[in-house]
Every structure is written in C-alpha cells, then in structure tokens.
C-alpha cells in the first residue's frame, strides 16, 4: 500500500512540470519540424525550466538520503552494546 501511494505521489511530482511545458521536448526531438525559431526558443526554455525542476527535486531527495544515513548510523551506534549507551 505504501509503495503505490509513493510512486503515485512521485507521478503527480513528475506530472505537473510535464504539463507545463505542453509538449515542448517532441517538438525539439528534430530542429527541421520547428518552423520558426521563436518555436525553438520557448521550447528550450520550457525544457530548462522542467529540468531545473528536476534538478531541485533531486537535491532534495539527496539530502534526505543523507539524512537519513547520517539517522541510521547513529541509531546504529546507540544500540551497539560496545559503542553507545545501548538499552
């Protein structure tokens, strides 16, 4: 249950950048489709802006995976009987 409600979440994070940019990355996948370079331009700056996004989002997931690295070593060391106070 758990994992469906994560990877929904991760879906709608994923899902509202996407919409945003409204279709611009299948109109940079070939130059010669784009008629005018007005076209180009704002399909490169929409594509910039979704992967700044991204780019954001995954600074923050890094830091919560140190975090909580950082949360599981110490709670490793606390319950060792040798190295911490234990229980």
Known sequence: ???TIF????????????SSSTGSPSKCSWPCRIVTREQL????KNMRSFYRFIGMVMII????????????????R????GTGTGI
């Open 61 to 76: 997931s890094l830091c919560f995976w140190a975090l909580a690295l950082v949360g599981i070593l110490l709670q490793a």
């Open 78 to 81: 606390l319950m060792h009987p």
């Open 7 to 18: 990877y929904s979440g991760l879906a709608l994070l994923n899902f509202f950048p996407v």
């Open 1 to 3: 249950m758990f994992i």
């Open 41 to 44: 331009t704002t399909s490169f």
